[in-house]
């Protein structure tokens, strides 16, 4: 190719990976566009959402269910809260994310896994304005922060390679099999209940609850990831092996089974889309 073709070549299209690196970046300003349009506070909506939701369901659960013998509860919830919203989000958004993009699918030629990908990008983005919330309770009951809070960026990770990787086996699923939509949300209520977010463990250890409901609780992937964000921002500590080996597993099982699956069938999405 010579010098002059070559720098007629767009820089994004110099390989594939740039190119689809390109397309995810700007997916993901067309999902935060789209999400504050017309939105007259914008952005502080993601501020402002987590820290009601906070205070609602403090007074809630401290005050008639007896959330509050948790230290610091308001920090206790408020990190789960927004460690199970960024999974939620991504995930549901990867549900119809082939779907959505039916019509640019029939007509460009770029790959497939972009799409859901994209998904948990938007997702970890807002999240991060999410944080200052985190930070607004901190100062509020003067929590100060220790070299701990670095184990949030492996957990935050960690947590995005799982939404990943379940957001590209639920969004191949969809194609297929579209009860799958009504039959995530169902799931995503469940396992809300089932993850200890404005409840704590020792609920169920304290009440002398069957063992294998406390395992299934703490094999659940999202009790692991809010404990390893807990230990991190709310508890102060390292977190355990065992709650860093799992976080891991789980990230790499989801991603896997998701790569393995949505390959395996994304030549047929264009039939069914």
């Known amino acids: 190719m010579t010098s002059a073709s070559t720098s007629s070549v767009s820089p994004y ?10 397309i995810l970046q700007q997916l993901v300003n067309k999902d935060f566009k789209l999400r504050y ?3 007259v506070l914008g952005v502080v909506w993601s ?10 369901m403090s007074f809630v659960f401290s005050y008639f269910l007896r959330g509050s013998s948790v230290e610091n509860y308001p920090l206790y919830l408020i990190v789960g809260n927004i460690t199970f ?18 019509p640019l699918l029939k007509k460009v030629k770029v790959d497939r896994w972009v799409f859901p990908v994209q998904k948990v990008f938007s997702a970890a983005f807002n999240f991060s304005f999410s944080l200052i919330a985190v930070a607004v309770v901190m100062l509020f009951f003067r929590v100060m922060p220790t070299w701990h809070i670095i184990w949030m960026v492996p957990a935050l990770l960690l947590l995005m ?23 995530w949300s169902v799931l995503i209520t469940a396992w809300t209940y089932l993850t200890p977010i404005f409840w704590d463990l020792s609920l169920l250890t304290n009440s002398s609850a069957p063992w294998f409901v406390i395992a299934v609780v703490k094999l659940n992937p999202m009790y692991n990831y809010i404990d390893m964000m ?18 891991v597993f789980w990230a790499v099982v989801a991603l896997v089974l998701g790569y393995l699956v949505f390959r395996r069938t994304e030549h047929k999405f264009i039939l069914y889309i």
Do not use: W
Not at 47 to 56: E, G
Not at 231 to 247: D, K, R
């Open 85 to 102: 919203s960024l999974m939620n989000e991504s995930t549901s958004a990867g549900l119809r994310s082939i779907i959505d993009a039916a």
């Open 47 to 56: 501020v402002l959402n987590p820290l009601l939701m906070m205070i609602i």
């Open 37 to 39: 349009r017309r939105s």
């Open 161 to 183: 390679v799982f939404c990943m990787g379940i957001s590209l086996l639920i969004g191949a699923a969809a194609v297929f099999f579209r009860d799958m939509i009504h039959l």
């Open 230 to 247: 807990r230990c991190a921002i709310v508890y102060q500590t390292s977190p355990g092996l065992t709650v860093v080996a799992l976080c």
């Open 13 to 22: 299209a110099s390989g594939r990976y740039a190119k689809d690196g390109f």
